[in-house]
């Protein structure tokens, strides 16, 4: 069994990757992204202890296996991603210093450049953030490159369905039954369920950190418009017993895709996902049930 030290652990992902790394016999020293995080988010285990954020400079945690660094803010708050930025400097210190044989970082899709519908990117696609989250999610594989002396990867996922907001509107408007208008149709997503990405990091961490790749891209490998994600709640919606909305149509022409090609993962390890967009979906009505 291995020794995990997970960062951001009581975050969307990293709370579903302690359960996952325990469930599979796993020791798991679970860092808080941020003073206020509850620890009432984690689960009560005897393999399980938990550090705030500032401990990483004084605490002695012994041998870790892997490091994997998910604690980052989300959005385009440039204050909260210069201290995310300042935070991970800390944790690649913390790996070259101490006694751990590897680190797998949670980067983004957002790194990619923006495409047209039906093209993927697979790892050695362009690069062109668009936004200040992804500029500085491919700041932080830099620092890797330049600054980690330790093995190192970075996985490029999908964006996932709880932080899909579209997707959570639709909902929102069936279960209320508001008609839903759509100003972007022939936008493309590509959204992956938790679930998946957990099985996925799960995939790569067990490759000897010397074999793993430095890049891997982790997502659903499908892309929708953000009209047939609309139709897809609404279908999805009567199946939970809800009457269908109208949903409206208005082309802004701000037409692009961010999909990713995932060949490499799956050819190493074997990993696919399997959780379709509609049972996605399903789980979104059942939680609001």
């Excluded at 679970?30 to 509850?38: T, V």
């Amino acid at each position: 069994m291995s020794t995990i030290l997970l960062t951001g652990a009581t975050g969307f992902l990293g709370h579903h990757l302690v359960r996952r790394q325990l469930d599979d016999g796993n020791t798991v020293i679970a860092i808080l992204g941020r003073p206020e995080d509850k620890v009432n988010a984690l689960p009560s285990h005897p393999h399980l202890s938990v550090y705030p954020c500032s401990c990483l400079r004084s605490t002695h945690f012994g041998h870790i296996d892997t490091l994997i660094h998910t604690a980052f803010s989300r959005g385009e708050n440039i204050a909260g991603l210069s201290a995310s930025l300042s935070f991970t400097r800390e944790v690649i210190e913390m790996v070259n210093n101490c006694d751990i044989e590897s680190i797998i970082n949670i980067s983004s899709q957002g790194v990619y450049k923006k495409m047209q519908p039906g093209e993927m990117a697979n790892e050695t696609g362009t690069v062109e953030p668009g936004t200040a989250y992804g500029l500085a999610k491919w700041a932080v594989e830099n620092m890797l490159d330049i600054g980690c002396h330790k093995p190192y990867t970075s996985i490029r996922m999908a964006s996932l369905s709880a932080n899909a907001r579209f997707l959570d509107f639709f909902v929102k408007n069936v279960t209320t039954g508001t008609n839903i208008q759509v100003t972007a149709p022939h936008q493309y997503a590509s959204i992956m369920d938790v679930a998946d990405a957990v099985t996925g990091i799960q995939a790569i961490a067990s490759i000897l950190p010397q074999q793993r790749s430095s890049i891997y891209n982790l997502g659903p490998g499908v892309q929708y418009s953000i009209a047939e994600y609309a139709k897809m709640c609404i279908n999805r919606g009567q199946a939970f017993g809800y009457s269908p909305v109208e949903l409206t149509m208005t082309d802004n022409g701000n037409d692009f895709a961010i999909c990713m090609d995932c060949t490499r993962l799956q050819e190493q390890t074997g990993w696919k996902p399997e959780t379709t967009a509609e049972k996605m979906i399903d789980k979104m009505y059942k939680k609001g049930l």
